[in-house]
Antibody
Framework: QLQLQESGPGLVKPSETLSLTCTVSGGSISSLYFWAWIRQPPGKGLEWIGSIHYNGNTYYNSSLQSRVTISVDTSKNQFSLRLTSVTAADTAVYYC????????????????WGQGTMVTVSS | EIVLTQSPATLSLSPGERATLSCRPS??????LAWYQQKPGQAPRLLIYDASNRASGIPARFSGSGSGTDFTLTISSLEPEDFAVYYC?????????FGGGTKVEIK
């Protein structure tokens, strides 16, 4: 059974860099899917941050593109999110996710989700 | 970027009633639309993908329909556990986008 688990600091200071890792278990990150980061500010809706294929192809939300990097480490079966110059507006629950089994190599609908990790931006 | 407009923002219904939720993309997404359910403190759960396909384990009372720029999620008879927030999401083009959500609350 595929499982995803987010990890990283729960508190980040303004102007610093937010870094999170998603560890994949029960399956290989080298499978043919676009792995994603999605966030949700408190009391608000879902926002797609970006997606990465194990071969390194990436797509980003245009509103975050200048600050975001998503990378993959196949040796650790992990993928990571890096968001620079954070502000209070980046306070959110951050989820990692994988598309449905029927959606390899394409933009997907997200069937597998991590439990989410709350990141607060505050001094 | 494709904008998804969900309506209504809030739907107040009683258990046993039928719920009809709308999602309207700003341009055609063909059939590449998904629906999610989210309860407080939980990750979203995929209900419907590609407009009308139920994800595994999703009860038959949930159904999706539509194409292009007009989609509907129907819950045929609301169970107590169905009161939640529902989001639509398109995968027709990058960037992926979500709708603003519809809250289904107990009347």
């Amino acid at each position: 059974q595929l499982q995803l688990q987010e990890s990283g600091p729960g508190l980040v200071k303004p102007s610093e860099t937010l870094s999170l890792t998603c560890t994949v278990s029960g399956g290989s990150i080298s499978s043919l899917y676009f792995w994603a980061w999605i966030r949700q500010p408190p009391g608000k809706g879902l926002e797609w941050i970006g997606s990465i294929h194990y071969n390194g192809n990436t797509y980003y939300n245009s509103s975050l593109q200048s600050r975001v990097t998503i990378s993959v480490d196949t040796s650790k079966n992990q993928f990571s999110l890096r968001l620079t110059s954070v502000t209070a507006a980046d306070t959110a629950v951050y989820y990692c996710a994988r598309p449905h089994d029927t959606m390899p190599n394409v933009a997907g609908a997200f069937h597998m989700w991590g439990q989410g990790t709350m990141v607060t931006v505050s001094s | 970027e494709i904008v998804l407009t969900q309506s209504p923002a809030t739907l107040s219904l009683s258990p046993g009633e039928r719920a009809t939720l709308s999602c309207r993309p700003s341009q055609s997404v063909s059939s590449y639309l998904a629906w999610y359910q989210q309860k407080p403190g939980q990750a979203p759960r995929l209900l419907i993908y590609d407009a009308s396909n139920r994800a595994s384990g999703i009860p038959a009372r949930f159904s999706g329909s539509g194409s292009g720029t007009d989609f509907t999620l129907t819950i045929s008879s609301l169970e107590p556990e169905d009161f939640a927030v529902y989001y639509c999401q398109q995968r027709r083009t990058w960037p992926l986008t979500f709708g603003g959500g519809t809250k289904v609350e107990i009347k």
